[in-house]
């Protein structure tokens, strides 16, 4: 079944609908795949064989009618911060541990909707908050690559890079609000694509921080984490910031020619300290580009070293407002107290972990009466300041390229200080913040033998465009990332 | 802008989580919200605050019953059974006799 695992989603498409394998045939192998591996890399915390048996008969019957969905038997792991119906969503919490939702959230829905085959929901940061996975109530998933090094797979949506680097999923979803699709999909070898702001509604999706969540695909390669990404992009009007956008492909990404493009390099990121191997790669990358005509130019977005403290200040004051709603008293866990008000303070006390708990009085302190205005405000200035800097440097040039991190996965068991592991996101929040679309691709691997990404940004809404140029990258750095190459078997 | 015990001990009440001082010093808060400050340099004169990248205003729709007779599906996850029997949230005792 091994040639089952490596295939893409646009090869597996091909077979499925020439009916040289079925969907029941390509599921299956998923499924033994994860009996075998799935509890040594943690990377799902519910697994839905039956109904992803049943999605695949469903595929079965379509092909053989001869009316396939776009994706129709594709089998994808969701990030299990994606409500999904009928099927337990945990955002990684304690708080949401036995939490059956009653509806569908839209991204899920638009999956079933292209006849994805749904294997099951993957690990994550608890509400997506962390860089490493290791915040999940559940523990964190691992990386396959060099799997007895016990290393993290990246966070927050490392249930999935997990998955799909390992051959568990062919593909899957993640979230975005500083970095958590695009630093999990570099340090696993994989294509994660942050895309535009509003571009895939957030409906049903466990929310972190609302004005930066962003739902995008993740994949092994370009073309493929753009049919995911055409499954989940469209407008949604239950979600008020859903933009009246669409991104579609068919097959594959039409070739970009480089020769009519103008790329940016980032000025204030030259400063920034980066490992011998992402500079190497990146480099190497970049002479790639230019030696098959594209034009290389300079540009400068001043704040965009302060994006992280920013960040850091935005993102856990929405966060501590999205969750106040864990209250247990209509849905999730509930510790009794004395009263009201003590019963409130022990489930929360004893629903959240201590990452979800430090965000909270953060950003409960920055938007407290007296430093509303010093740390609140002042950050959504200097977000103005990142976005208008983003805007004036797409006026000299087309598409951005930068790092995606400045080295390879860490051990899981590295012990950085909370400070240390908010500096993960240095290359990823100011994307967040602009709302802009940034796609991390494979550059290379590093002598360690472990793979580096890097990010492809560019304009609102040019997310094709992003992907097209990520597509060449993905080709001068040639990375095999077939899952049974990653893990050895 | 450091902020004392105290101060750290009202937001986590105001937040309704119960933590004890020694847990609250543990999470080195101070040192994350220390680092904050270096955006106070930063001159921000007549900068607009963005605080959503979504560039349309929000939209409107009628006012219109989408979804209904759900009550029984909505309190399929309610904590607490013995409300759930009988068609309500059974929640903790508000006020005082």
């Known amino acids: 079944m091994t040639h089952l695992i490596n295939l893409t989603i646009t090869k597996a498409l091909q077979k499925l609908k020439s009916g040289e394998i079925t969907a029941t045939e390509l599921t299956q192998a998923y499924l033994d795949r994860i009996e075998k591996f799935g509890a040594d890399l943690n990377c799902y915390i519910t697994v839905t064989p039956e109904r992803a048996l049943a999605d695949a008969a469903a595929s079965d019957a379509r092909y053989a009618a001869g009316n396939p969905l776009p994706l129709d038997g594709i089998p994808i792991g969701m990030k299990d911060l994606f409500a999904t119906r009928g099927i337990r969503t945990t955002a990684a919490s304690k708080m949401l541990e036995n939490f059956i939702p009653e509806y569908e959230s839209t991204v899920s829905q638009k999956f079933i909707d292209s006849g994805a085959v749904l294997l099951g929901k993957t690990n994550l940061d608890e509400f997506a908050m962390g860089t490493t996975s290791k915040t999940s109530f559940f523990g964190a998933p691992i990386n396959p690559w060099q799997i007895e090094k016990n290393l993290t797979p990246g966070g927050s949506s490392g249930g999935t890079t997990s998955a799909v680097a390992s051959g568990l999923a062919i593909g899957g979803t993640g979230t975005d609000t500083g970095g ?16 535009t702001y ?24 370009v073309d493929d984490a753009a049919l995911l990404l055409s499954a989940m992009a469209g407008h949604d009007e239950k979600d008020s910031t859903s933009a009246a956008a669409n991104f579609y492909v068919k097959d594959e990404l039409p070739i970009i020619e480089l020769k009519k493009l103008r790329i940016g390099l980032i000025k204030e990121f030259d400063s920034v300290e980066i490992s011998n191997d992402m500079k190497r790669l990146f480099d190497a990358r970049i002479s790639d580009l230019k030696s098959a005509g594209a034009e290389i130019v300079t540009v400068s977005i001043p704040n965009i070293l302060d994006a992280l403290a920013a960040y ?6 929405e966060a501590s407002s999205n969750l106040a709603r864990y209250d247990g008293m209509r849905y999730g866990l509930r510790v009794e107290g004395s009263d009201l008000i003590d019963t409130y303070k022990k489930t929360r006390a004893a629903g959240f972990g201590e990452e979800v708990k430090r965000r909270m009085v953060v950003g409960t302190a920055v938007l407290s009466s007296e430093s509303y205005e010093v740390y609140f405000m002042q ?8 976005a208008d800097a983003f805007d004036r440097a797409f006026e000299q040039c087309d598409l951005i390229v930068c790092p995606s991190s400045a080295g390879t996965a860490l051990p899981l ?35 360690n033998k472990l793979p580096l990404g890097m990010q492809v940004v560019g304009q609102k809404f040019d997310d094709m465009r992003v992907l097209q140029l990520a597509k060449h990258i993905e080709k001068f750095a040639g990375l095999d990332n077939k899952p049974t190459k990653i893990l050895g078997k | 802008m450091a902020f004392s015990k105290q101060q750290l001990q009202k937001f986590a009440h105001l937040i309704r989580i119960e933590i004890s001082d020694e847990k609250l010093s543990e999470m080195k808060i101070d040192s994350v919200i220390e680092w904050l400050d270096k955006l106070q340099k930063i001159d921000t004169t007549n900068v607009v605050p963005m605080l959503s990248p979504s560039a349309h205003s929000l939209p409107r729709r009628s006012d219109i019953v989408t979804e209904k007779n759900s009550r029984d599906s909505i309190l399929k996850n309610a904590p607490d059974d013995a409300g759930k029997a009988r068609g309500y949230f059974a929640v903790p005792k508000v006020m005082d006799e």
Not at chain 1, 312 to 317: H, K, T, V
Not at chain 1, 379 to 386: C, D, S, T
Not at chain 1, 422 to 440: R, W
């Open chain 1, 198 to 221: 509003g571009l895939c509604s957030r409906w049903g999706c466990v929310a972190f921080a609302s004005s930066l969540d962003t739902p995008g695909p993740i994949a092994r390669t």
């Open chain 1, 312 to 317: 850091y200040i935005i993102a856990p004051a």
């Open chain 1, 379 to 386: 950050a959504a200035r200097v977000r103005r300041l990142i």
């Open chain 1, 180 to 195: 958590s699709i695009r630093f999990p999909a570099a340090i696993t070898g994989l294509v994660g694509m942050k895309p």
């Open chain 1, 413 to 447: 068991d590295s012990d950085l200080t909370p400070l240390e592991y908010y500096a993960l996101d240095l290359f990823t929040v100011a994307q967040n913040l602009a709302g802009i679309p940034a796609c991390s691709v494979p550059c290379g691997l590093a002598e």
